[in-house]
């Protein structure tokens, strides 16, 4: 069996990925197939946790008329309930999981406790961080930087739709140019809209390096976990 790279790795999946080629929701083929590559790599001996977006059902910065701090608690509500499918979809395939939530509702989930979820994690359990940070006015990807610094994980592994970081849109210029590795800096100073700047920030701090990579060929979180060259490698 491959050796892996990284012992303990963050799982960032946006809402957008869960979609699949839906605008809107869960679709559940796209679960399934994640939840059995999770399973894959937990087999391998990784730690996973996983920060799971909404931006599927609901993200606060699309909402103008509403106020902004009320629509970003209803998108990290909209997170959670992603959480709860791709928990669903683990437990399905025998893979002990967790739920920890950054805003406590603990009929549901587990709060958010450092301790407990690295416990969690020793104990070769899959720990999904719903909710975000719990503050309006971050984003999810903050949230996976957060949580990567705090559980000490080796490497974000970044699930997009999209295949990497681009020097533009790809979905909207055929020529965007894609970059095999980057430097955090790079994305803050050309504006590469693969990030927000506070998880950047964040990440470039901490000196914790991401893999950016496209979701929806199968078998690529696999790979990203194992360290083999997909996406676009951001060095920490
Ligand atoms: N959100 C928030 N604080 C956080 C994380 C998320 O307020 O720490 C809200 C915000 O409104 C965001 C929504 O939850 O738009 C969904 O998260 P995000 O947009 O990061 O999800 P993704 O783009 O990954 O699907």
Redesign the pocket.
């Known amino acids: 069996m491959q050796e892996p790279k990284y012992k303990r790795v963050v799982l ?5 990925a869960l979609a699949g080629e839906k605008e809107f929701g869960i679709d559940q083929d796209v679960i399934n197939s994640i939840a059995d590559e999770i399973k894959e790599i937990r087999e391998c001996g990784i730690d996973v946790a996983v920060v ?5 059902i ?5 909402s103008p008329q509403m106020d902004r701090a009320t ?6 509500l ?2 959670v309930i992603n959480a709860l499918a791709l928990q669903d979809a683990l437990e399905k395939r025998n893979i002990e999981t967790r739920v920890q939530t ?1 805003i406590e509702m603990k009929e549901i989930a587990e709060p958010y406790i450092r301790r407990r979820a690295m416990r969690h994690l020793e104990k070769g359990r899959v720990v999904i961080f719903a ?13 996976a930087a957060l949580r990567a610094a705090e559980i000490e994980a080796d490497v974000i592994l970044l699930a997009k739709k999209v295949d990497g970081v681009y020097d533009s849109d790809p979905m909207k210029n055929p020529n965007a140019q894609k970059f095999d590795s980057l430097e955090y800096i790079d994305i803050l100073n050309r504006g590469l809209g693969v990030m927000d700047s506070t998880a950047t920030s964040l990440c470039m701090d901490n000196k914790i390096p991401i893999i950016v990579f496209g979701i929806n060929k199968a078998g690529n979180i696999k790979k990203a976990a194992l360290g083999e060259n997909i996406g676009t490698f951001v060095k920490g």
């Open positions: 960032k999946i946006s809402g957008e799971v977006g909404g931006g599927n609901w993200r606060g910065r699309n629509a970003d608690y209803m998108g990290m909209a997170t950054a909710a975000g940070t719990g503050n309006p006015f971050f984003s999810t990807d903050t949230a």
